[in-house]
């Protein structure tokens, strides 16, 4: 059997390939998903009695490609890139943390280390201020600042000096410029009557010292400040007691001079002796010092200026104006207990010019003074303990 030739010049016939899908990029619409690429076809296996897997995880839709990936025939894998952190600079020192831990960069290390002596633990809030104890001298050291910065302060004690340097002047001249016999009466007796008015205006500015923190509200923010209310009361008393006996001392140490000087000469002047300096002087300045802290605490325990001026006003001067108007055998003891305890009476008896010769002598009055005011600072700390600023 003989096969048909084929005739020649003509070539031999090719089996048909296999049709091939085309190629076609198309770019996703806006808003739509991407559409994904056919994975490229595998060899088919023969059937075998190994257990099914389980199915490949879904395809994630792939992104449009690139300009200069379109031209590469194959894709290649993306490869994920970590980003690590830059290296931290090793802290050293007492502070360093433990090994394991992560360490703080150095600007929050040292802006957070702890400062030497203000007693706060590491890691927690540090001051840049020294932190020291507060004692009482801090607390002086506030009533000073306050008790020299407002004007009250200055008017008053300046009022206080012109009326005692003033009235004490005007008297001594008057004296000296007629034919007066003082009897041995001493010169410095005649300050008497410049330091009587002058009292009112220590007596104001005791009072104002405490009052005018309550009316303004200033009382909180000091005892904010400082919580102990008892320090700060003392602080008061000293810082006023020394202004007030500084300024008086000054003023009635000018006034003996001047007096001394103006009728030392003059017709039946006694001889002052080294005692009567003393007490006209220290101990008139310590009396006022007294009664100006009697004020004080006055004012600590009404809080009010006014109600606390008008009751050390009736203080020093009611008993005597009482005793003037008492009139009758009835009332003689009254009359005469007033007029030897009254503050004009007391203060007189420090410039050896008694009233009567029953009542205190010596330095009795300046101890009867502080005794009161001793009572009253007592009474004015137990309030201002339990009573709300």
């Known amino acids: ?33 991407a559409p994904a690429q056919a994975a490229p076809a595998q060899p088919q296996q023969p059937p075998s009695s190994a257990p099914a897997q389980p199915p490949a995880q879904q395809a994630q ?4 490609p690139l300009a ?8 290649q894998p993306q490869q994920l890139q970590t980003l690590e952190a830059p290296p931290v600079p090793q802290q050293t020192g007492a502070y360093a943390p433990a090994h394991g831990h ?6 929050y290390a040292q802006a957070h ?18 932190i020291q104890p507060t004692h ?3 607390a002086l050291a506030s009533e000073w600042t306050k008790i020299k910065s407002v004007r009250s302060t200055v008017w008053t004690l300046s009022v206080m000096v012109a009326l005692v340097v003033g009235i004490s002047l005007l008297t001594v001249v008057g004296i000296s410029s007629g034919d007066t016999d003082l009897e041995g009466e001493s010169p410095l007796a005649f300050g008497f009557f410049g330091v009587l008015l002058g009292l009112m205006c220590v007596i104001t500015l005791g009072v104002l010292v405490v009052s005018s923190e309550y009316g303004t509200g200033m009382i909180r923010t000091t005892l904010t400040a400082c919580p102990s209310r008892g320090r700060v009361l003392v602080a008061k008393t000293l810082v ?3 202004l007030s006996f500084a300024v008086t001392l000054a003023s009635t140490t000018l006034v003996a001079l001047i007096n001394d000087g103006i009728l030392g000469g003059h017709r039946g002047a006694g001889d002052s002796s080294s005692a009567d300096w003393v007490k006209a002087t220290i101990g008139v300045s310590l009396y006022v010092a007294a009664l100006g802290l009697l004020a004080l605490c006055v004012g600590s325990l009404l809080r009010h200026s006014a109600g606390a001026i008008t009751v050390m006003i009736g203080l020093v001067l009611l008993p005597m104006v009482l005793a003037l108007f008492m009139q009758g055998e009835a009332l003689q003891d009254v009359q005469e207990a007033l007029l030897d305890y009254s503050v004009p009476s ?22 009867i003074v502080i005794i009161v005011a001793g009572v009253a600072m007592a009474g004015a700390f137990a309030v201002l303990e339990k009573r709300d600023v």
């Open 1 to 33: 059997m003989t096969t048909p030739q084929q005739p020649q010049g003509t070539p031999a016939a090719q089996p048909p390939a296999a049709p091939t899908a085309p190629l076609v990029s198309q770019q996703p619409q806006q808003g739509e998903p």
């Open 61 to 64: 839709p792939a992104q449009p």
């Open 68 to 75: 200069h990936q379109a031209q590469q025939p194959q894709q």
């Open 102 to 107: 992560p360490q703080a960069p150095a600007p």
């Open 113 to 130: 280390a702890p400062v030497q002596g203000s007693g706060f633990a590491p890691g927690g809030y540090s001051s840049p201020i020294p």
């Open 136 to 138: 009482l001298g801090h």
């Open 240 to 242: 006023f007691f020394g």
């Open 346 to 367: 007391q203060l007189g008896v420090l410039y050896s010019n008694t009233i009567s010769d029953s009542g205190p002598s010596g330095w009795e009055p300046l101890l």
